[in-house]
């Protein structure tokens, strides 16, 4: 039997793995999700000694079923190979009193190179599966790491064109090089005025207009989507979960069967669902500590059950967190609404009419699982500083989020339980928060910060940030945010 992923929003609308990964979002403006778990046989005693890529089949032939073994051997190798800097893929590195998943050794040194190194594959396998003979058009809103990781996966990919929007003022000096430095013939990038929330709406948009769609059909056009609203992003997070697990297991740090938690730094809550998909498929799991920064709408969420998107949107050093409507967030409604789409859909209306919504009637088995909490600008700092000393480790602010959330949550319940931080990023990528951070300096420029980021951690500059300085520019579009579909039909000929 063939896995179902159904429409949060249209219990009608009901497709396989591979339909749902090409059409990246569902037309009735819901996403697309399982509604039954598939069975997953997670023996740690072999599990332990499992590659990254053998735990990424395990995963994948699980929830990608409508895939054949050879079709996903060969998108597994072709994502997790040399582009990763550590054999490994995602080492879990000790620190004092917790564990660091280090989910940033992919191309672009964002946990998004995870998911994205895989997508242009699954995606053009599914193209070619269901014989279509349309251009995939992906359309990207990014808080700053999915744009870059996402084109690093499609740049030159044929039957493809990628077309990502950024905030302008709201992203870091490194994150945007990354994007406006890109290559490949197929790539658009584009500043908006405004900010994430304004792109990622303008782009649900866009997927929702009928007559667009028509008219990219006459041209052999369709849209996809490489943000966290396909599931083709989300599974394939499910797997470092398992294996983050299976090192644990391995190292002796836990025997098979013990929970552990996991606190990941969240934004559009795509990275912290993957963690509650592989709770459903026997993952030994204690708590999901969901950690966010200032715009801590979550937070007050799992606390309230009231989702109120009318507060000011705050800019902070965490960027690829400054979201303040988390579209994954409502995969988690439909699961705690009893993977009901007519509640989903009433909510989900109500957040875009009112700014908010209730949820008063739910799973208190699901709810209970998660705990909540943010870190402010001035914790972030603090906790970068302190795992420095405590550890010779300099993590980057996304990162610090959740490890300063974490030792709240231990200050608060002294649960002993082992707890892994998804380390989302490298400082790399951050680097004047992460010096200013440890030195207590100011006023250091993206490219001095890199330098001393050098000195101080001894870790090599990755090749992304290396020689970004002088890389030529070759984006330099700057729009109004209502002026996104505008952009979109100049580049599509439309
Ligand atoms: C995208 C991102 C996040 C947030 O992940 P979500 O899946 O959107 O919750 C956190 N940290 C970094 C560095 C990111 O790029």
Known sequence: MTLVYQSTRDEKNRVTASQAILQGLATDGGLFTPITYPQVDLDFAKLKDASYQEVAKLVLSAFLDDFSEAELDHCINHAYDSKFDDAAIAPLVKLD??????????????????????????????????????????????????????????????????????????????????????????????????????????????????????RLLEHKLQFSSANSMNIGRLVPQIVYYVYAYAQLVKTGEIAAGDKVNFTVPTGNFGNILAAYYAKQIGLPVGKLICASNENNVLTDFFKTQVYDKKRSFKVTTSPSMDILVSSNLERLIFHLSGNSAEKTAALMAALNEQGQYELTDFDADILELFVADYATEQETAAEIKRVYQASDYIEDPHTAVASAVYQKYLAETDDQRKTVIAST??????????????????????????????????????????????????????????????????????
């Open 97 to 214: 009193g917790q564990y660091n998943l280090e989910l940033f050794h992919g191309a672009t040194i964002a946990f998004k190179d995870m998911a994205l190194s895989i997508l242009p594959h699954l995606m053009t396998t599914a193209a070619k599966k269901h014989g279509l003979e349309n251009k995939i058009v992906i359309l990207t809103a990014t808080s700053g790491d999915t744009g870059k990781a996402a084109m690093a996966g499609f740049a030159d990919v044929p039957g493809t064109e990628i077309i990502v929007f950024y905030p302008k003022d709201g992203v870091s000096k490194v994150q945007e090089l990354q994007m406006t430095t890109q290559t490949g013939a197929n790539t658009h990038v584009v500043a908006i005025d405004g900010n994430f929330d304004d792109a990622q709406t303008n782009v649900k948009h866009m997927f929702n207009d009928t007559d667009l769609r028509a």
């Open 425 to 494: 990023a490298s400082p790399y990528k951050f680097p004047v928060v992460a010096v200013e951070a440890v030195t207590g300096q100011t006023g250091l420029s993206d490219f001095e910060a890199l330098d001393q980021l050098h000195e101080l951690s001894g870790v090599a500059l990755p090749p992304t940030v290396d020689g970004l300085e002088k890389a030529p520019v070759r984006h330099k579009t700057t729009v109004a945010a209502d002026q996104m579909q505008a952009a979109v039909e100049d580049y599509l000929g439309l």
